[in-house]
RNA sequence: GGAGGAGUGGCAGAGCUGGUUUAAUGCACUAGUCUUGAAAACUAGCGUGCCUUUACGGGCACCGGGGGUUCGAAUCCCUCCUCCUCCGCCA
């Protein structure tokens, strides 16, 4: 969430920020209101305070009078508080609802982005800042994609999900399964040697939790709902992960906080179809290990591109071919102010497949979630989140099962053996 | 799920028959005095948010969350959440 008092001193930047992610002049308009209300809000607070100081005053020396026995003087300054009081009752009323029509608004703007997200709103506007310079796999002839591969070596059973539950949710078997687990300790294996703690978070979060990382109300769709519980399964890691922090004041020397977690993932993805949707390429439930970390402001973008460098390595490590995009105002997510995608080349699909998305939210998350930091002065400050996938498993099988595909069956990459426990799938 | 008890500042812990409590006191923490240094002792400071002020300062709100009663609420009432004890169920 935006703080007020930054938008009031860079009401012009703000503006340009909401332009770059493609909002329209309705929305852009809605930060004078946003400003129009805080001085409403002020005047009122102010007035309102100076009331309730003299309630309190005279509410005191009423106890004193009845201590005394001045039982009439008591009860003259009695009826005067009382209308002191019901004059007080609209200001009371202007004050809170100037702070919800602030609130209001404020849900719906989203982070500002930063100056290196460039200008655009589409995905064809993402810029590429690395791509794959070498040359892409070769595949043997009669190459298969993913779920056909999944089926003729009945690792993935696509058909048996949709029996137990629907579509969207795979069953792993075999050495399906096994894979899923390898890839997964793999990757919680790296991210503790890179000095992430290991985190096992609940995966169903409550309504704070949900509010705290900007997940709602913008995701609210996207999210499974309980309704008799009113809990949301979680969508990704980040939100019980980043939540660890809410409503925490962190000395400057806690930084910086790292966290790594796995969890399963769920995602309504409600409004998709077509080919995007085949196979493992957008599924309900997937696996992922996230990174996480809270950082101080001045070191939050070099953590950024240490994190990207990292997920890098990862991926060389598992011997995919993959490319980095910068994402453009109009792709980027709502909370975020600096977002890199990783994608991975699915031979067999000729496709790029999104597998990684690392973002800086700078204070967008901390400000709802209310995480500070003590400065060296003393000062209370807001900190900076960021997270990353390290990675998400569905796509990263699904390319991994295309592009290693050989006569023989599928081979494992070196890393993963140790995990896996076999070299091929046959 | 049922019955009972409890949630107070970093921690411990008063207040909880409503009104000099501006939330006592202790510990911890920070600074200073003393000391060669340290400890001890002493002195002072020590929550968050907001409003106001050039500044010094002043004011308001917050005692699990929300609402209510009252001139006045940490203190009474309602509601939700959490924790503890007992019963029930259960991997």
Redesign the pocket.
Known sequence: ML???VIRENTDLIKAGLKKRGYNEEAIKSIDEVIRL?DI???A??S???K??E??????????L??SGKTQE?NE???M??E??TSSEPLENDL?SAIEGIRELLFKLPNTPHSKVPEGLTEDDNVVVKDWTNPLPTLIDNALPHWDLATKHNIIDFKLGVKITGAGFPLYRGKGARLQRALINFFLDEARDAGYEEILPPHLINEASGIGTGSLPDKEGQMYYMEKDNLYLIPTAEIPVTNIVRDV?LKESDFPIKFCAYTPCFRREAGSYGSDVKGLNRVHQFDKVEIVQVEHPDKSHQTLDQMVTYVEGILNKLELPYRILRLCGGDLTFASALTYDFEVYSAAQDKWLEVSSVSNFETYQTNRM?C?Y?DEN?K?QLAHTLNGSALALARIVAALLENNQVVDGIKIPEVLIPYTGFDIIA
Do not use: E, P, Y
Request: no cysteine; glycine share 4%.
């Open positions: 703080q007020v008092k805080d809000r002020k005047a607070q102010t309102l305070d100076a309730l100081s309630i309190k005053k005279h509410s005191d020396s009423i106890g004193s009845f201590k008591a300054m009695k009826s508080v009382a002191l009081k809170k004041i209310k500070r003590k003393g209370t």
